[in-house]
């Protein structure tokens, strides 16, 4: 037991090839860290009354730990409100280095985001961030971003206020903290921050074992879901900015058709999605309703697959800030697929949010020929369902400077016979959506296979064989 003086923080490096079966350092409230047997400077903020270090060891190794007293710089906290149906404010490691006090209507949720894995000191630049649950560094120690994030699991104010701390100023990382008021994140058992940097597939647990759990995504640019890892009875809900029924994009859940009720627990396995599926938004929520869900998150669509058009396909297109006002809301895409084929292409338009001169752009061609190409604005808004046969669509919807608040449509592919000339190369519907409002609520819903046909029966006729031997 290492005793800390009041006014100062304690520095601990350790070093250490210990062989050991139990190495930690426990924090004034009880934190446990665990440390790795083989470390190199492993180091800790630790602040008074006292903090522990506990090794336990069968075998020869060595261990090293130093300690020095370093003076608390400057507390002169700015402050910040967080608001209920708000997005997450961010804040980094320099945004408290004089403290950050910040106070909501309800209480206050902080989750921990880290920063790439590659990155040097990954633990130093979070643990030198500290949290307290209320106005001051004289209320009760919460404890680092890094044992936050360790956690997976958000943590909440006991009142209204939430201060930080870093020890040591001017930190330059790309670890953060997402913050808001509890009311938008109330009806969540768990709820934990994503850390994906890099376009290689990376798997986000979400556990809803006690209740809807979420995890949340922030990014200024696009990601991909491509895989997804549900229980049978399980539904995943994508949301982009805030989390309400109106800013939900999309459903995934299992459908299991003619083979009987008890088959259905056999096949909860890893599925890869058709075709990966694209956000824009920044803060996008996946969230499960129940048991524990995984998905698979890339930077970049692996597969290059996003831009494919073949049978069966479809999707959301959704702009970055969807339901908020904001000219960065521009959308395009380009859909295509073999010259050869021809394929019934839909558009469901959800919402335009039209203002100013932004317009949209759709484009489709069949083999190489435009069959049409229409503009839309503010007078002349799209229809609800635009549907044309070809092998190429461009969507083109573009703010031109004006605010609006972004376009939501979904979309799908079906093949049809090239050699049909009896259907029309374009229809579409006269109904013309409404702009987003609050009460807008998409409804789409993808159904995911959980095992092709032949599989499901090659197993149900084995289970067949297996009882009546």
């Known amino acids: 037991m290492i005793n800390v003086p009041k006014g100062l923080y304690a520095y601990l490096e350790i070093t250490g090839n210990t062989n050991s079966t139990k190495l930690t350092v426990t924090d004034s409230v009880g934190n446990i860290d665990w440390v790795p047997g083989i470390v190199n400077q492993e180091e800790y903020f630790l602040l008074d009354p006292q903090f522990s270090v506990y090794l336990e060891s069968k075998a020869e190794g060595k261990f090293g730990m130093k300690v020095s007293w370093k003076k608390i710089g400057p507390f002169n ?26 106070y909501s209507n309800t209480n206050v949720s902080l989750t921990s985001v880290r920063p790439p894995s590659n990155e040097p000191k990954t633990n130093w630049y979070m ?51 997402l913050i808001q008021d509890y009311e938008n994140v109330r009806r969540f058992s768990t709820y934990k921050g994503v850390s994906c940097f890099n376009e290689n597939l ?11 759990g979420a995890a949340v995504r922030m990014s200024r640019t696009p990601h991909f879901l491509e895989e997804v890892d549900l229980a049978s009875s399980s539904i995943l809900t994508v949301y982009t900015g805030t989390v309400e029924p109106s800013h939900q994009l999309i459903q995934y859940s299992y459908v299991y058709s003619n083979f009987p009720f008890s088959l259905k627990y056999y096949f909860r396995k890893k599925q890869k999605l058709e075709n990966a599926q694209k956000f824009n938004g920044v803060f996008t929520t996946y969230s499960v309703d129940q048991q524990i869900g995984i998905i698979y998150l890339s930077s970049e669509n692996l597969d290059s697959n996003w831009t494919n058009i073949f049978d069966g396909k479809s999707g959301i297109l959704a702009s970055k800030y969807l339901g908020d006002s904001s000219s960065d809301q521009n959308v395009q895409e380009i859909f295509s697929g073999p010259i050869n084929d021809i394929y019934r292409m839909t558009l469901n338009v959800k919402n335009t949010g039209f203002m100013g001169d932004s317009t949209l752009t759709v484009t489709m061609s069949s083999e190489g020929k435009v069959v ?19 092998n190429k669509v461009s969507i083109n919807y573009v703010t031109n400077g004006s605010n609006t608040t972004g376009i939501f449509m979904n979309f799908d592919f079906s093949l049809v016979n090239s050699t049909d000339t009896s259907v029309s190369l374009f229809t579409e519907t006269t109904t013309t959506p409404t702009n987003y409002t609050k009460e807008t609520t998409p409804e789409t819903t993808t159904k995911l296979s959980s095992n092709n046909f032949s599989t499901l029966l090659f197993i149900f006729s084995f289970l067949l064989f297996v009882v009546f031997e």
């Open 372 to 390: 049409f190409n229409e503009q839309y604005n503010s007078k002349q808004p799209p229809p609800e369902t635009i549907n044309a046969n070809g």
């Open 127 to 177: 643990r030198n961030t500290v949290v307290f649950d209320g106005r001051s560094m004289d209320d009760k120690l919460i404890g680092n971003l890094w044992q936050i994030y360790e956690s997976g699991n958000h943590i909440i104010s006991s009142g209204k206020y939430m201060t930080l701390y870093s020890f040591v100023p001017s930190i330059k990382a790309d670890s953060y903290a």
């Open 77 to 102: 906290p700015s402050s910040e409100p967080v608001y209920p149906n708000l997005v997450p404010t961010v804040k980094t490691s320099s945004d408290c280095d004089k403290g950050l006090l910040i």
């Open 202 to 212: 990376c798997p986000v647990i979400i556990d809803a074992r006690n209740g809807t």
